[in-house]
Every structure is written in C-alpha cells, then in structure tokens.
C-alpha cells in the first residue's frame, strides 16, 4: 500500500517495463535520504510477462 517503504527495491535493468510511478509510491519514496533515480517500491510495481529479465537489488544493500 506504499506506505512504509521497507520494500524499496533499485531497478537494475527493465525499468521501461514497469508501470508508472503513482503519486503515493512518489510520496513514500521521497521520504528515503538515500534515494536514488532508479528506486521504487517492489508492492506496487504490477508484475506480467512482459517483464521477463527485470533485474532488482534491495535498496540499501551491497
Ligand atoms: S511500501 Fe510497505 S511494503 Fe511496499
């Protein structure tokens, strides 16, 4: 429901695949002092095969 942002994950590759960006996820994201351009949040990225090959890392881990 995008709103804890424990689930944020970085989009290595297939970013063009995902839906767009709604403004609650934005909200919660931009609440991260480390965010970067590639971070969204895995509970509200709307997964289909389309997405075959999309690559993310936890956000925060080496
Ligand atoms: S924002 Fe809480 S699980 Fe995704």
């Known amino acids: 429901m995008a709103l804890?942002?424990?689930c944020c994950v970085d989009v290595l590759e297939g970013e063009?695949?995902?839906n767009e960006?709604?403004?609650d996820e934005y909200a919660m994201l931009d609440t991260?002092?480390?965010l970067l351009p590639n971070s969204r949040l895995a509970c509200q990225l709307q997964l289909n095969n389309n997405m075959d090959g999309l690559k993310v890392?936890?956000?925060g881990v080496s």
């Open 32 to 34: 991260l002092p480390d």
């Open 57 to 59: 890392k936890l956000h």
């Open 4 to 6: 804890c942002a424990t």
């Open 21 to 23: 960006m709604t403004d």
């Open 16 to 18: 063009e695949k995902l």
